[in-house]
């Protein structure tokens, strides 16, 4: 495999459990919704439960927290045959609205990485889930000066970067994302003729894992975003 | 006051309520909402318990039908204090999954309007909400077609709209919205040096009502929207 990032003019990054944690707080927020629960199913069930509800709605919401909300009620009433509490329902509202107002907190490096791309890349964000709670996120990080361009798509496959690269006039041999997810950040962007880094995150929603026979993909996998400035100055 | 539109070359359209029906449906489902739960309140006072929680829930959840349920269920607690029947939750969550599939309703002249303007100018539309549900009713709309771009903003105030209009490169003394929200759609624009043309909807949301001083603004007002053909070809 050769690695030649010469054509590469614009670098676009994914934000969640790239450049900030963010699957963690689900993890967690799923730990509490099992526990208010497990007086009516274990806690594995629950999960599961969970997680099917959030795939029968994901057409409908799309991804992002207000979405997983509703799931979160919609499942605790079924697992519970509707005898969940109302006080549970406010519960659960409560550990949304948590999830929302949680502070950002950046992935090592961040930082130093955009600092020093930004010198000679044109950078843009490219993010999914809730509009206003992406805005809101990338305010708080202090990172919006890096960055050229943000945009937050209700789904990230082949024809959203392409409709998009499209829109910002930007060629796709110049272009390299670099994100966490195999299935949304890397394997389209290979298959519209763009590069991709993998650069995983210690935990993947299970909705975002996919399986593909080694060697039918090209791309760089990096441990953590600095190993970057390696390729790229 | 002078209408002079000849430096105009880009059009602006609102989307809910300006060229389909939305607000209607909202209304409706408050009628349901508070039939739900007439024996906890008078339908009057739920009317106005569930409007502000949905003002004290808009910084967190921005706009559009998931916010909306999420304020209904928390209203329904609150207003049942607690009582609220698991059953009436569900039933709540599936007026919200309702308004999302709801068929698109174009306004009247819509389509003859968009055919015969994008002849000559550049039309784009601007919108608020949930972002996978405005792509989802454009796409259902049949309208797609005679856009160039389509945004989806967190908010329509004077600095959106100034940074989506340099970020597509348009002078704002060449841009005209047309919109049914005095606040959303006219007033900002017309602060920014753009022009508005404002089409009134039968129904607006408390929220998006404004009262301002008579000749403090110019801008058209029009009682429907096949009625700009009289001023722009």
């Known amino acids: 495999m050769e ?18 944690v963010n ?12 526990n208010l629960l497990e007086g009516f199913e274990t806690k594995n069930k629950i999960d599961q ?12 919401y799309g991804y992002g927290i207000k979405g997983f909300m509703l799931s979160m009620i919609e499942s605790a009433l079924d697992i519970s045959n509707n005898k969940v509490s109302q006080a549970t329902i406010t519960k659960i509202l409560n550990l ?24 000679n890349y044109r950078l843009i ?6 509009l206003l709670d992406q805005e809101r996120k990338l305010e708080k990080s202090g990172l919006s000066t890096y960055f050229h361009h943000v945009e937050v798509l209700s789904d990230k496959k082949e024809e959203n970067y392409q409709h998009l690269l ?7 041999r110049e272009f390299l994302m670099i994100g966490n997810s195999l299935k949304s950040d890397v394997l389209p962007l290979i298959n519209i003729g763009a590069q991709a880094v993998h650069v995983p995150f210690h ?27 390696k390729y790229l100055k």
């Open 166 to 172: 499209s829109h910002l006039q930007i060629d796709v």
């Open 125 to 130: 964000v490219l993010t999914k889930g809730d």
């Open 3 to 20: 690695i030649n990032y010469s054509d590469i003019t614009v670098i676009g990054f994914d934000a969640d459990d790239t450049l900030w």
């Open 96 to 119: 949304g609205k948590a999830m929302l107002e949680h502070p950002v907190e950046l992935l090592e490096g961040v930082r130093e990485v955009l600092n020093t791309l930004s010198q």
């Open 49 to 60: 439960e969970l997680f099917k509800m959030e795939i029968k709605n994901l057409s409908l």
């Open 203 to 229: 935990t993947t929603w299970q909705h975002e894992e996919v399986s593909i026979r080694q060697n039918e993909y090209e791309y760089l996998k990096i441990n953590k975003l600095s190993d970057i400035l």
């Open 23 to 34: 699957e963690t707080y689900f993890r967690d927020t799923e730990e509490q919704f099992a």
